[in-house]
């Protein structure tokens, strides 16, 4: 694996010595490690209507050991064989509104290739502080309740609001691996959508906003295809159950469980700035080479 990645950014010259050390000094994901981040990631992620990088990237560099960047590009690779799991089963309770969903796309495909090219300028610790803001954000305002419309009245004005949510998620996606739900879902619930809806719309989007922003990844070496497709391939399976489950659950209960699954996320994230002050003892060997 690590000789075909090498061989590629040798063909990108414009990054090719900058990254290369860095995927030849990571360990390969194991298996097992990968599968148990993928039934977790899978499950969550339809069960609320996001790809599930908000458990892919806490797992992977929890679980895996996997480096932040590269976890942040991996999750959202992985994120598109879950994510087409669960629109399947959310398209056979019929609850997709294309319309929106096309709207939110225009945006979140713009925003997918911003959110990449600052993945690969944005300091790491920086990158955790925006993730934790994000999910409190997110938790905090699904606290406030639940809208039981059944659907989204576009006009000019929404259809600017919808294409502007999804440049803000797709944005986010590139840039923190996830797939964009945790922004998608409470923006249409606040417009006045089903959440169930809003759940099966925002896994629509994702699909063509992981696709899009995977590409931009493997081009900045910032993605571990093999892991991805370990996370992906797994989590697609129990992403058909958390889906079902999904469609049986109240409005309310399932803003609370997300939000509280928010909660956990952000925390565990602030705590992980902890190790990464550690790391000093690690910077020495950049000192062998400096006497070169």
């Known amino acids: ?5 090498a061989e590629w950014r040798d063909r990108d010259g414009g990054i090719r010595a900058h990254v290369s050390s860095d995927f030849v ?43 932040r960047r590269r976890a942040h590009g991996t999750s959202l690779a992985a994120t598109l064989p879950i994510s087409l799991a669960s629109l399947a089963t959310y398209l056979a309770h019929g609850n997709v509104d294309w319309a929106v969903a096309l709207f939110i796309t225009i945006g979140a495909l713009a925003g997918a290739i911003v959110g990449t090219h600052l993945l690969h300028v944005i300091p790491k610790n920086v990158l955790v502080i925006i993730f934790v803001i994000t999910v409190l954000l997110t938790a905090t305002r699904l606290l406030f309740g ?49 959440t169930v809806v809003a759940k099966g719309t925002s896994v629509a989007v994702i699909v063509p ?7 931009r990844n493997r081009k900045n070496a910032n993605v571990d295809l093999r892991a991805a497709a370990i996370v992906g391939g797994i989590g697609a399976f129990t992403a058909v159950i958390g889906a079902t489950i999904s469609d049986q659950l109240s409005e309310q209960a399932a803003n609370i469980m997300f939000a509280l699954l928010l909660l956990f996320v952000a925390v565990n994230q602030l705590l992980s700035l902890r190790p990464e002050r550690n790391q000093p003892a690690a910077t020495p060997a950049p000192s062998i080479p400096a006497s070169d």
Request: charge should be neutral.
């Open 1 to 5: 694996m690590f000789t075909r990645t």
């Open 25 to 67: 000094s990571a360990p390969p994901v194991q298996f097992s490690k990968a599968a148990l981040v993928g039934v977790a990631a899978g499950l969550l992620g339809g069960l609320f209507g996001v790809g599930g990088g908000l458990i892919m990237v806490p797992g992977l560099i929890g679980v895996a050991k996997m480096e």
């Open 146 to 194: 639940s809208h039981d419309s059944p659907g989204i009245d576009i006009s000019f004005g929404i259809a600017i609001v919808l294409i502007l949510v999804g440049f803000v998620s797709g944005t986010l996606a590139g840039l923190l691996g996830i797939g964009g739900g945790v922004i998608m879902v409470p923006a249409m619930s606040t417009l006045g959508m089903a």
């Open 209 to 215: 906003t992981a696709i899009m922003g995977t590409i």
